[in-house]
């Protein structure tokens, strides 16, 4: 199976779908999360697959929970995917899938930024700072910053824009002392992450961690981590001060969406053959690059 736009579990109860992921339930303490092959753009659900794209960003995801598990503990729980399906419904999950632990969300995304990019770019022109962090003048669009920064957003309902937040408003929301935890936590994740991967020749630019708390308040990295749907990877052999580097994403979506006649709401236009090729094949050299393995 190439493409799964949407899975269709009957043996498990379905909790909800969010732009890419289905999620079920697995007894009372455990999801299995299905990555599918849908792709979202300006915060619209784009109508068709881009093939292959979930498995590819599961195995990412797996790739970076395992190599930074001595970090702060993840999700997962090692159970296989395919043993808590009926037998039919095991080419639905088989790659794509994972079995982890059911959390309690921490509504507020961990957002690190390394290199200044994006909504950052354009907020650090307008004011001199990155969502609340002033920044040295004279900076140039994708420069490396000095340090990381810690710039958190408030997760939004599902259609609208996470919103940025002071990490005075993560405190208010959250408490002084997991607010600090989680930015110390997100920190360190992406610098180990991004070191990793200059040696494989990508820039991580900036990226966004999920967390979620364990009944007795444990604290866990969830959902996905260091995928190209949740960071900006830039090839260093082509990265530039001052230009926008192309990334390993859904940029020739965006790019192609930009040049269409629409609003950026429900319904997406119908992308091209062309665009929905080139942006799989985008997140399959991400992945052969960043881990040095190809998809089965």
Partial sequence: MSTLYESTLRSLPLLGRGKVRDN??????????????????????????????GRVLNAMANFWFEKLQHVVPNHLTGVAPESVVAPDEVEQVKGRAVVVKRLEPILVEAVVRGYLAGSGWKDYQATGSVCGVQLPPGLQNAQKLPEPIFTPAAKAEMGHHDENITYDEMERRIGTELSATIRDISI???????????????????????????????????????????????????????TNPPSFDKQFVRDWLETQPWKKEPPAPKLPDDVVAKTGEKYQEALGRLTGHKLD
């Fill in 24 to 53: 079920y339930a697995v007894g009372n303490d455990q999801l299995l999360i299905v990555t599918t092959d849908r792709l979202s753009a300006f915060d619209v659900i784009m109508g068709e697959p881009i093939p292959n794209k």
């Fill in 188 to 242: 360190r994740l992406y610098k180990e992450a991004a070191d990793y991967a200059a040696t494989r020749g990508i820039i991580i630019a900036d990226t966004k961690f999920e967390f979620g708390l364990d009944n007795h308040g444990k604290l866990y990295l969830m959902d996905e981590a260091l995928t190209a749907d949740s960071s900006r990877f830039w090839p260093a052999d082509q990265y530039q001060v001052g």
